[in-house]
């Protein structure tokens, strides 16, 4: 790991760090937008885990005033967004996606938000698609009951009802302040002094469900999760290669991820359940688009029986799939 380009500012009101991988293009639109829209004193922290496309001779070049962290591998969403926070300056911590754009001064109107709700511990902002879709983020506690409406659907057969609806808060348009179990990693801004006393994101999450794990510390120490619309950001939604890249591979780790959160959150019992949800989900729909594939072959339905494979050998072997 080498560090470069650190901060001389001893006057910093906002530390963002921004984890990316494979990211150089939208980043470099991120980090543009970040340096047009934001006037308060700030720092920027991109952590790169071992980029191979050219991402830190960008970051060198074009954003010399950004501290860069040049991972020799990939360290994790977690763990890299750490090596941010360790060394941030900021009276607050922003953690910010690579594949965002900043709109309308949004990290200035949400900090000076923040001034004025003392008790609010973490707290995101409006989050576009596009012109003129809203991405429905924040959500509940991922705990076994949730997770399983998610896992058989059962959600979407009435995404309104108070208890059906309740993992994605699917009553709510994210036009209105709320509290919320879990504020969306994609823009969460913290006060340092609640930071301070909660401490560093949990690196047995390599990548999914540390913010669900960060918003409950947070929560359990007394502070609020808020959703505020008061400012905007666009999130060019499957543009981080960290997600997106690599399929299979990281759906199962997404639940991996979960049932670390169910364990710790909920016991062996609550992460039992999870498995169970898991499991039996994939066993369904592997054997739903295997009926279907046998009735009508299609590259789409070969990718779901593959995809429920991978995840019935991650639960009954512990076999991770390698793409």
Same mark, same amino acid.
């Given at each position: 790991?080498?560090?470069?380009?650190?901060?001389?500012?001893?006057?910093?009101?906002?530390?963002?760090?921004?984890?990316?991988?494979?990211? $150089?293009?939208? @980043?470099?639109? %991120?980090? &543009?937008?970040?340096?047009?829209?934001?006037?308060?004193?700030?720092? =920027?922290? /991109? *952590?790169?885990?071992?980029?191979?496309?050219?991402?830190?001779?960008?970051?060198?070049?074009?954003?010399?005033?950004?501290?860069?962290?040049?991972?020799?591998?990939?360290?994790?969403?977690?763990?890299?967004?750490?090596?941010?926070?360790?060394?941030?300056?900021?009276?607050?911590?922003?953690?910010?996606?690579?594949?965002?754009?900043?709109?309308?001064?949004?990290?200035?109107?949400?900090?000076?938000?923040?001034?004025?709700?003392?008790?609010?511990?973490?707290?995101?902002?409006?989050?576009?698609?596009?012109?003129?879709?809203?991405?429905?983020?924040?959500?509940?506690?991922?705990?076994?009951?949730?997770?399983?409406?998610?896992?058989?659907?059962?959600?979407?057969?009435?995404? $309104?009802?108070? @208890?059906?609806? %309740?993992? &994605?808060?699917?009553?709510?348009?994210?036009?209105?302040?709320?509290? =919320?179990? /879990? *504020?969306?990693?994609?823009?969460?801004?913290?006060?340092?002094?609640?930071?301070?006393?909660?401490?560093?994101?949990?690196?047995?999450?390599?990548?999914?469900?540390?913010?669900?794990?960060?918003?409950?510390?947070?929560?359990?120490?007394?502070?609020?999760?808020?959703?505020?619309?008061?400012?905007?950001?666009?999130?060019?939604?499957?543009?981080?290669?960290?997600?997106?890249?690599?399929?299979?591979?990281?759906?199962?780790?997404?639940?991996?991820?979960?049932?670390?959160?169910?364990?710790?959150?909920?016991?062996?019992?609550?992460?039992?359940?999870?498995?169970?949800?898991?499991?039996?989900?994939?066993?369904?729909?592997?054997?739903?688009?295997?009926?279907?594939?046998?009735? $009508?072959?299609?590259?789409?339905?070969?990718?779901?029986?593959?995809?429920?494979?991978?995840?019935?050998?991650?639960?009954?072997?512990?076999?991770?799939?390698?793409?």
């Amino acid at each position: 790991m080498s560090v470069s380009s650190e901060s001389a500012s001893t006057q910093c009101a906002i530390s963002i760090v921004i984890v990316s991988w494979n990211t $150089r293009d939208i @980043l470099q639109d %991120c980090l &543009e937008s970040i340096a047009n829209q934001t006037t308060l004193p700030h720092e =920027v922290i /991109v *952590v790169d885990n071992a980029s191979t496309d050219g991402s830190q001779d960008m970051i060198r070049q074009s954003f010399p005033d950004v501290t860069l962290i040049a991972n020799t591998d990939n360290r994790g969403f977690a763990a890299a967004n750490n090596q941010g926070l360790e060394i941030a300056k900021g009276d607050k911590l922003l953690l910010l996606n690579p594949d965002t754009i900043v709109l309308d001064h949004a990290i200035d109107v949400m900090s000076g938000w923040l001034d004025a709700h003392p008790d609010v511990g973490c707290v995101g902002c409006q989050v576009f698609e596009d012109a003129d879709t809203i991405q429905r983020t924040c959500f509940a506690d991922p705990g076994p009951l949730n997770l399983a409406l998610i896992e058989f659907g059962l959600y979407r057969l009435a995404p $309104r009802h108070p @208890l059906l609806g %309740c993992p &994605e808060y699917g009553d709510w348009n994210r036009d209105s302040e709320r509290d =919320v179990d /879990v *504020v969306s990693g994609m823009f969460m801004l913290v006060p340092r002094h609640v930071f301070e006393a909660v401490g560093l994101l949990d690196e047995a999450f390599f990548v999914y469900s540390e913010e669900a794990d960060w918003c409950r510390r947070i929560r359990d120490a007394g502070w609020r999760c808020v959703f505020s619309p008061e400012a905007r950001i666009l999130h060019l939604e499957g543009g981080s290669k960290s997600t997106a890249q690599i399929k299979s591979r990281m759906y199962v780790q997404k639940q991996k991820s979960k049932m670390i959160y169910t364990r710790k959150h909920y016991g062996w019992f609550g992460a039992l359940c999870a498995k169970s949800a898991f499991l039996c989900s994939a066993i369904l729909r592997g054997g739903a688009f295997g009926l279907a594939n046998l009735a $009508r072959s299609t590259p789409n339905h070969k990718a779901k029986v593959r995809l429920a494979r991978d995840v019935i050998r991650f639960h009954l072997f512990g076999r991770e799939p390698a793409a």
